[in-house]
């Protein structure tokens, strides 16, 4: 992000994630089509493309390693002809991208391309196609986008749909095009791959991972509130607001503009995380690397520690005295360092719950460490507000006392349990073979149970107070533990424990499984080897990657695509991480499905491509990169890097269905948890490689 947007964004950052918040839905380009007879059997479509101030549109012709040109595809048809090529009839604008590092054709404010058609067949001629386009302003690129046109040449209607269902591969041959109805067809021309596989899909996933996220952050922040250091301090932060008050419309004001500084200035750090983190090789290190995953475990052990009573997190106590002294002032300018101070005052208790999120969204998108913050600082700051409006609600809040210990100690140790997570996180990166499923699970179950013992009262931290009698709350919680430590037992032994299998180790890495005890093709996985004999035994990388519930494939494309060419069969494309939990999730709630099972197995080749993987590629197989010009020496960078220049994505988990030659069967999908859709989808890419 440039210095304009950092700067823009520590002035006001709450405006600036309620316009990041929208950012999903950007549409700076709006298509018109229309027509003109220029002869008898002649005529010329003219396509008007009017942009956005600040945003820009790409020329047809652009070097490689740049952004997806614009580009026109007409469906194949024996009624017309194109005459020539599309024509660009704007003036093009050639100036220095600094998004791509080169200089670029391009056009501003509107954009104009003709394309000449000669007709040969008499009466009514209907013309369709699509033209896929990429645009970009001085920040950020939106994903390449489909606009559809069709044309009526005898009545001189146009239609625009605004959707496409339209999705593109590059071959030799020319390029096939997928409709909604599943049936393919062969489109003269040539383009790049890396623009066809952007799905509408993927990106709800993602909105409803971000939407996921939100509402953790924001149960979190009301977490945040039920703590030692800042319920007490409720009463006392809105008597600052009710004195020396004139009138109770000035107290409101000072409220409001209490609460939005909060919401403010827990946004801000959002912020600073989002722009440390942006780009995919940064996030990839975040989510992957070793040592980040280190330093988040032993920060994890550290928060938990603080919650269970060993030590305090306490900033400099002049920060506190400084800010103090601001809000004694007086004035609305007072209620933006009252804020301040109670943000610093109660870190020690809020300090691990934001450290925690921030941890957990740094390897995610960009946006996620600001929507987090954002709701987090949302529910922090909504009963101080609530509660300075309404000063008569106070009467009905509980008081304080042992029971604000007992729920930091509670999130101590769910605190501790996701600790765990960036420790397997290592284990399976670089392929340690230390930390087990089996491992993980009872490290798990030994936690959890303590919880559960500790909510009786059979468990006693420093600070906790006496517990004469349990109360009803208190007996819930316990039961839900140990009913979840119930619940987590059968995995030691290889069930498949789906509601949590986006937070525990795959079951590929499952030391003893019950289930192949009995002799079970679907998990076993051992006899299973039906169609290649020893070719998937001894495919590269098999020793220490693995499917799961026993499947047979490859871990690297060339190998794969070339075993799918010597044997006709399509093929799965299974863009996945060891660290991605929606992967885990796909695996566990869908692929496990017999229905699901069944077809994977016996229709479909699968290639997994582990995209954080740190294999080391032998020195004859590094390559440099077309996309941003970095040498890739590890096997989770190539298959990141086949991934973003090919499909112009890097979300996992991301499925692709193709043919032998690397042609698409079907839209490839992201991550969806509705089974039966999956199993439609395979369907439907065996009933388009058989035509």
């Known amino acids: 992000m440039h210095h304009k947007a950092i700067k823009a964004a520590v002035i006001s950052s709450f405006i600036f994630i309620t316009l990041s918040a929208f950012g999903q839905i950007l549409d700076p380009v709006d298509w018109k089509f229309s027509q003109e007879k220029t002869g008898d059997n002649e005529y010329t479509l003219t396509f008007t493309a009017s942009i956005e101030n600040r945003w820009h549109l790409y020329s047809q012709h652009l070097p ?43 056009f501003s404010t509107e954009a104009v391309f003709k394309q000449k058609i000669l007709l040969v067949s008499p009466g009514n001629v209907s013309l369709s196609g699509s033209v896929e386009y990429m645009s970009c302003d001085d920040e950020r690129c939106l994903p390449p986008t489909d606009e559809e046109f069709s044309f009526n040449l005898a009545s001189a ?13 590059e071959t030799g041959l020319g390029t096939e095009t997928e409709g909604r109805d599943g049936t393919i067809t062969e489109k003269t021309g040539s383009f790049s791959a890396e623009a066809g596989a952007f799905s509408a899909k993927g990106a709800e996933s993602e909105n409803s991972s971000l939407l996921l996220f939100f509402l953790i952050a924001f149960v979190a922040g009301l977490a945040g509130i039920l703590t030692p250091c800042v319920f007490p301090m409720i009463p006392m932060t809105v008597s600052f607001f009710m004195q020396g008050s004139e009138n109770r419309g000035k107290a409101i004001i000072k409220g409001l503009i209490f609460g939005i500084s909060i919401i403010a200035i827990y946004t801000s750090i959002g912020v600073i995380v989002s722009i440390s983190s942006a780009g995919a090789e940064m996030t990839n290190s975040l989510s992957t690397h070793w040592l980040p995953n280190l330093i988040f475990f032993i920060l994890f052990l550290a928060f938990a520690a603080s919650f269970l009573g060993m030590f305090e997190l306490v900033l400099p106590s002049k920060w506190v005295n400084s800010a103090d002294k601001q809000a004694d002032k007086g004035g609305y300018l007072a209620s933006f360092f009252m804020a301040f101070t109670l943000v610093l005052v109660s870190f020690s208790c809020t300090g691990p719950i934001v450290g925690a999120l921030l941890v957990e969204a740094a390897g995610g ?39 604000l210990n007992s729920i930091k100690v509670v999130l101590g140790f769910i605190v501790l349990a996701f600790g765990m997570k960036f420790l397997s996180t290592i284990d399976q990166t670089y392929h340690l073979d230390l930390m087990s499923r089996e491992v993980f699970l009872s490290i798990w179950i030994v936690i959890f149970t303590m919880l559960g013992f500790y909510l009786l009262g059979k468990i006693k931290f420093a600070h906790d107070s006496d517990l ?20 987590m037992i059968p995995g030691l032994f290889g069930a498949n424990l789906n509601s949590i299998s986006a937070l525990i180790p795959p079951k590929s890495s499952q030391e003893f499984d019950i289930s192949s005890a009995g002799g079970s093709a679907s998990f076993a996985g051992e006899e299973n080897i039906s169609k290649a004999g020893d070719a998937f035994t001894s495919a590269i990388y098999s020793d220490i990657l693995h499917l799961p519930y026993g499947l047979n494939g490859f871990f690297e494309y060339e190998e794969g695509m070339d075993y799918a060419r010597k044997n006709n069969m399509p093929v799965l494309l299974d863009f996945k991480g060891h660290a991605c939990s929606n992967c885990k999730e796909m695996e566990g709630k869908v692929w496990s499905d017999p229905g699901v099972l069944k077809r994977l197995r016996e229709d479909y080749l699968i290639i997994a491509l582990y995209t954080d993987d740190r294999t080391k590629l032998p020195e004859e197989e590094w390559f440099t990169s077309e996309f941003d010009g970095k040498v890739k020496k590890t096997l989770g ?29 079907a839209e490839p999908r992201g991550h969806n948890l509705d089974i039966n859709a999956f199993a439609s989808w395979l369907d439907s890419g065996i009933e388009n490689f058989s035509k």
């Open 365 to 403: 998108l960009a946006l996620k460490p600001i929507l987090g913050m954002f709701g987090f600082g949302l529910a922090f700051a909504l009963p101080f507000t609530l509660f300075a409006i309404f000063p008569s609600w106070l009467k009905g809040l509980p008081k304080s006392g042992g029971w």
């Open 157 to 169: 209607t146009v239609e625009s749909p605004q959707t496409s269902g339209i999705q593109q591969a």
């Open 637 to 665: 960078k190539k298959n990141m890097d086949l991934q973003i220049s090919r499909y112009n994505t890097n979300t996992q988990p991301f499925y692709v269905l193709v043919d032998p030659e690397g042609n698409p069967l």
């Open 64 to 106: 490689e390693g740049g952004p997806i040109p614009t580009s026109f595809y007409f469906e194949e048809s024996e009624q017309y002809q194109l005459i020539g090529e599309v024509d660009e009839v704007s003036e093009v604008e050639e100036k220095y991208d600094a998004s791509f590092s080169m200089d670029l054709k391009m």
């Open 468 to 487: 004469p009698n349990i109360s009803v709350p208190r007996l819930t919680l316990a039961i839900a533990s140990f009913s979840f430590v119930v619940y």
